[in-house]
């Protein structure tokens, strides 16, 4: 008696992240800035190129896409924006968001517990959280375990798409895989305050009443803008390709999660990402404000691209004015502007950067 006919297409397997959206899954471009709010991002382009203690991985960092980021969360209030940047500078220096490696991670995930695979219909990619898959106890690595696949989801996206999609599933899941309120409250800090305009949706199913109740016991720390990002129940298919979805969750990706597999090629890929940008990001002169469109690799030239370089400039302060002619820095109180042109980046020192701010609002204006 002959086997019956296998479908390959019906048992073949994924055990890796996808590298690439689906065709034609492609983010939507921001609205050009006004004049005010290009005069107030390159204010806060000089401060940030005045800072001479930075180390290269900072620099880096702070790319043009990233310091609109922390305007637009601060409404475009400028000396709330140059201070919510040093202090997420000093967050992610002692926190030590770049020396969570693959090797220390690698236990918090080895069920599966967080996953990374695809990307939505605005080629964000997904991030998968998944309470049944919970394998360890309440402690500080659980949160080090979220802000590494944070970095990680942010390192696969494609040129031009600056935010994540969170598709947190809770079906099968029990009341003791949840995180404490006080958990939950310093994983809300940490992205509201240190990734802001990151999330871009969060669509979360198969709540149970404790998840709903435990909801309504953070709901007053979620910003409002971020409120306006969530979904409940709804189909996953209308947000992301089926080619992109995992099969349980409505789509055609057959995912099976075996750690042995999934986890070094995690890191493989990320990595291969993150070599390639700092490659760029040095070949192109290691600028502060780099286009993020251009170190991600898209069709975009470095901001530096045709500029004639200019002799550096030495300041002695954020809130002082230059020393160097024929160039001037203004300074009024709140506000130290330097030129840019090229490459020139004014030297001044960070350190005790906000003791030395002079900020008149000190109301904390958190968006995520």
């Known amino acids: 008696m002959a086997a019956p006919a296998v479908d390959a297409v019906a048992v073949a397997i ?17 609205a050009p800035l006004t ?17 001479d203690t930075l180390t290269d991985d ?9 310091l609109l980021r922390y305007l637009r969360a601060t409404k ?5 924006a140059i201070k919510r940047v040093q202090e997420s500078l000093k967050w992610r220096s002692e926190y030590g968001t770049a020396t969570f490696t693959a090797d220390f991670i690698s236990e918090e995930n080895a069920t599966g517990k967080q996953v990374i695979l695809g990307y939505d219909n605005e080629g964000r990619p997904c991030l998968y959280l998944l309470p049944q898959n919970q394998n360890t106890k309440t402690n500080p690595k659980q949160v080090q375990h979220l802000v590494y696949m944070l970095e990680r989801t942010l390192d696969i996206a494609p040129p031009g798409q600056e ?11 029990s ?29 979360i199913t198969h709540l149970p009443w404790y998840v709903t109740a435990f909801l309504k016991l953070i709901s007053p720390f979620i910003d409002p803008v971020t409120k306006t ?11 992301i390709p089926s080619s992109q979805l995992m099969k349980n969750a409505g789509g055609d990706v057959n995912f099976e999660y075996d750690h042995s597999v999934y986890w070094p090629a995690l890191d493989a890929l990320a990595t291969q990402r993150r070599t390639e940008r700092k490659e760029r990001w040095e070949a192109a002169g290691k600028l502060v404000g780099e286009s993020e469109v251009y170190l991600w690799g898209g069709e975009e030239k470095s901001v530096g691209a045709g500029q004639e370089p200019v002799l550096e400039e030495k300041t002695v302060g954020i809130a002082q004015e230059s020393v160097a002619e ?17 490459n020139t980046e004014p030297k001044t020192n960070i350190v005790n950067g906000l003791e030395k701010m002079q900020v008149k609002d000190d109301d904390e204006i958190t968006k995520a």
């Open 14 to 30: 994924t055990k890796e992240p996808l590298a690439t959206p689906a065709p034609n899954c492609t983010p939507a471009a921001h």
């Open 35 to 51: 004049a005010d709010q290009q005069a107030k991002y390159d204010e806060l382009l000089s401060t940030a190129r005045s800072w």
């Open 58 to 66: 900072e620099r880096m960092w702070l790319t043009r896409e990233c």
């Open 76 to 80: 475009w209030h400028l000396p709330q």
């Open 163 to 173: 935010t994540l999609a969170l598709l947190i599933d809770f079906r099968n899941s």
């Open 175 to 203: 009341a003791g895989s949840q995180p404490s309120i006080a958990t939950g409250r310093q994983v809300l800090s940490i992205l509201q305050n240190h990734y802001p305009e990151r999330l871009g949706r969060a669509l």
């Open 229 to 239: 990002k969530i979904r409940y129940n709804e189909p996953l298919p209308s947000h």
């Open 326 to 342: 024929p160039s001037k820095a203004v300074a009024d109180g709140d506000k130290a502007v330097a030129p840019v042109n090229g």
